[in-house]
């Protein structure tokens, strides 16, 4: 009996020893990445904190098409392009985020992914994962990420290929329009040197050559309203397919790398969906198609 009741003591104290040691270890602090960020805006969800956050991290990037592989020349793009992929290695190192989700493209990337990016692939990106600069090469962010990482985080395409090639068409539009609008707006008095703009412009409209210059400016115009109007349609339309991949996704904390023009819109979105955010800019960030948009509004006023 009194070897059952000794049994018993010793039992209780290693319990209690156990429980002390338990409340004795210290909890870790909340994991801050060593990226500095502009914190830009946060989402606002009504009720309890919300089950899933995303950050939205604006980009300054080059043309999928443009090639960097191979070359030795510095783009402007750098500090922000590289900021970026640290800010997201360094999450990933701390495994603080479970998904990232790329602009630009469709589909999961995974080793069968096979689009290429700025020359840029899986399998030539793996080649370079462990060489000294890797953080520097200009492609897109994410898929930096999983060829360097793999699984260990989720990373998704949010994008519609349709849709982007519309905002480009749209884009390349404007521009066109736009060049007419500065052209005959700067020589009114339709000189020899400002005709031939004037002709081309009449038969894009298919109006007669002989159509005032008063009268032109004024379709032109008309056209750039359109083709804004339609272009920003793309753009909202991209950023409503993001939401969706969100909100298919489970995840606790994730991240958007995308361009500046979607930013706006997007969070409003994502805080309509009840996901909470956050719109960070990294450094190097330059809002150049932001100031471009603006340009064709005021041709507007």
């Known amino acids: 009996m009194a070897l059952k009741w000794i049994t ?25 990445n060593k990226i500095h960020m502009t914190k830009v805006e946060t989402c606002h969800v ?12 604006k980009q300054w990037h080059l043309a999928p098409k443009t090639v960097t ?39 999961t990337i995974d080793k069968e992914f096979k689009p290429t990016f700025n020359g840029w692939d899986v399998a030539s990106l793996k080649g370079q994962a462990s060489q000294k600069g890797y953080d520097k090469i200009i492609t897109l962010a994410p898929l930096k990420i999983f060829a360097k990482y793999g699984e260990q985080v989720k990373t998704v395409c949010g994008d519609s290929d349709a849709l982007i090639q519309e905002g ?32 081309s412009a009449t038969d894009l409209l298919k109006i007669p050559r002989t159509t005032g210059r008063p009268e032109l400016l004024k379709q032109i115009k008309d056209k750039i309203k359109v083709e804004l ?6 753009l909202k339309d991209r950023d409503d397919a993001f939401v969706k991949v969100l909100q298919a996704q489970d995840f606790k904390k994730a991240a958007i790398v995308i361009g500046g023009l979607h930013a706006d819109d997007l969070k409003e979105k994502v805080e309509k969906a009840g996901i909470g955010c956050e719109v960070l800019e990294p450094p190097g960030y330059q809002n150049d198609d932001e100031k471009l948009i603006q340009d064709f509004q005021k041709a507007l006023e």
């Open 168 to 199: 480009n068409l749209r884009l390349s539009n404007l521009r066109g329009w736009m060049g007419f609008y500065t052209r005959l707006s700067e020589d009114r008095q339709a000189t020899e040197k400002s005709q031939v703009y004037a002709d």
């Open 46 to 57: 009504e009720g309890d904190a919300p089950a899933k956050t995303v950050i939205i991290l």
């Open 229 to 234: 109007e339609a272009f920003h349609k793309s």
């Open 8 to 32: 018993i003591i010793l039992i209780a104290l290693c319990g209690s020893q156990a429980v002390a040691k338990k409340r004795a270890v210290k909890s870790f602090k909340p994991f801050a």
């Open 69 to 107: 592989r191979g070359f030795k020349e510095k783009y402007p793009q750098e500090k922000n392009q590289t900021a970026i992929y640290q800010y997201l290695q360094d999450e990933v190192k701390h495994q603080a985020m479970s998904m990232i989700v790329s602009e630009g493209c469709e589909g």
